[in-house]
């Protein structure tokens, strides 16, 4: 599945140009592409990170909603890709 997602999201990323909209909203899913950015990004604690966390920890937290997720989720968390609701908790009211 894994392999089926990275294949996937290169082709999404070569069917639009670069100022698309559409790239912009799905960055943090590189992070999934590319393991050894996501380790930086990790490191630095960098906003694309955060989002890509905040995103994984809805879909933890959804998948009675989505159960076509948890196989998804079992195939990062294997590439320990796990979420945590980083943003949430560091905003300011």
Wanted: charged share 30%.
């Amino acid at each position: 599945m894994y392999r089926i997602f990275c294949e996937s999201y290169n082709n999404f990323i070569n069917a639009f140009p670069e100022e698309s909209a559409r790239i912009k909203i799905s960055e943090p899913l590189q992070l999934i592409v590319n393991l050894d950015k996501l380790k930086k990004e990790k490191e630095h604690q960098s906003e694309i990170y955060k989002k890509l966390s905040d995103l994984i920890f809805y879909m933890q937290e959804n998948i009675e909603r989505f159960p076509k997720l948890k196989a998804f989720l079992w195939t990062l968390s294997s590439r320990d890709i796990k979420g945590k609701n980083i943003i949430y908790l560091t905003k300011k009211n």
